[in-house]
């Protein structure tokens, strides 16, 4: 470490240089790390909310809740813990027909689980059928409490009277609306409900419904799987090129100072300390640029705008940082095999 | 006893019809409070009679003994224990670490080294001694060549070894610098006690040295 450090403070252009690269590539690897993470926290922010460990369809539906209807002759005996979820696509406008919003409506029970999962950042929940509570995010979108709106194509308006937490499914804001609203929209009565959400493990398998673990529910919600391994492979492509990048900027440092290092051996210097001293000079280069890059990727993200779906998980961004210090310790490796071949002799030369 | 005996060292390099013989059955030995030069020109052999006597390389034929022990048979990092415990270099490129202070060279030594090295106060003596104490902080690049060259004799002493070997320690000086070096290694023999060993070229050290012994084609003639 000797070595490593004092090598690094007297050559700061040199190394500053590739600190900055290895922060600006990390910096990179969690900008998308922060994407992939907040656009799948958009998908799934609801269905965490709900704190949903089992998820009951209908099994035609492949795991769809946008397909999914179960009929209210069979719906299943509710335990504590279970919810009746009935879901539909909408638009929603302002009263006057203004500021048009995609949604999806999550018709639900007031005395079931979800309602009382679901926190609320302003107002109350409905007491009547012309009441609704609205995903936080619209709040951004002109929406406020005891505001009328209405569902695209009816004539009917509800009234606004709460907004609630981390209501986002597939990335598009949430109305909370009674059940009754729903099913009104889908046509009556004898449609019980889109699905079944518990907070219960179980499974069940009965007629035309089937249970999903929440992970299975999840995996199959339209277009979420292929986001996130494309955003991981990304990430894994960047992580193993940047860490052969810098294995080849440590291997060209290596060969500049084989003189150096071929004086130390000459004067008794074993192999083992000057392998040491690449290596932790790899460490330091690593956990340099990890630690900034960090700290950039913080302060990125106060400046992001609130549309820009963008999550720093803390523990994974510090385990990816340490996965990188570890890559990049491996790629020093190459160089090391220079240093063993260093000869005590080629002082003289 | 000799700190350095060489018997019947013999040194070939490549093979075949371009094999060539640097070292022809060479003995020679060195003894504590000694100046020994070797004397001859390019290509002589000096430098592998250096290198072998140092345990940089060794000989194809013959013994190398320091301080009684046979080089030849140890392992490297035997062979690195003993460069760092028995002996000094001072090279011709001065071999000071460029991203190293002068102090820290010294500390290098203490960190590779724990144990037998000068104490602080020594250092202090040797460095006022060498007319470098002022130049601690100092890195190579802020040094002239002849203050580099102070250094690393400092630093070749700081492990306080039995033996200095120096390779063309008077390549590009003047005759001034010369004759102060040529002083420097004749106290390093006689009042630290070291056998000092220095190849060279340059006959303006023959009138410090205790032994000089020439070398031409491999072979060394002693002429006093």
Known sequence: ???????????????GLIVTMVTLIAYL???????MLGLAKENTAAVDSWQTQTVILNKGANINLNQSVIPANELPKLKAGDSLVGQSPLVIT???GADKQSAQLIGLKANQSIAKKVTLSEGRWW????EVVLADSLKNKGYHLN???KFS???????VVGFAKQSTLNVTPIVYSQLSVWQQLKGGRQFGASAIFSTRQFKYEHDNLKSYTKAKYVQKLPGYSAQNQTFAAMIGFLMVISMAIIGVFLYILTMQKLPNYAVLRAQGISTGTLVRATVSQAILLMAVGGVLSLILTALTSLTL?????????WPLAIGLTLVMVILGTLSSVIPVKLIQRVQPLDALN | MPVIELKQISKFYGEGVGRVQALKKVDFQASTGELNLIIGPSGSGKSTFLTITGGLQSPSEGQVLINGKETTKLSNKERDRMRLEEIGFVLQSYNLLPYLTVQQQF????RVKKQGNLSQAELQHLLEELGISQLVHKFPDQLSGGQNQRVAIARALYANPPIILADEPTAALDSERVKTVGQLFKDLATKRQKAVVVVTHDQRLMPFADRITKIEDGQLTQVK
């Open chain 1, 127 to 130: 007491k009547k059928a012309n």
């Open chain 1, 153 to 159: 194509g009816q004539a009917k308006t509800y009234r």
């Open chain 1, 1 to 15: 470490m000797f070595l490593a450090l004092n090598e690094m403070k007297h050559e700061k252009v040199h190394y």
């Open chain 1, 147 to 149: 505001q009328k709106i």
């Open chain 1, 29 to 35: 690897i969690f900008m998308l790390l922060g994407l």
């Open chain 1, 94 to 96: 302002k009263k006057n």
């Open chain 1, 305 to 313: 705008p609130e549309a820009m779906p963008f999550l720093i998980n």
């Open chain 2, 107 to 110: 500390e290098l030594v203490d």
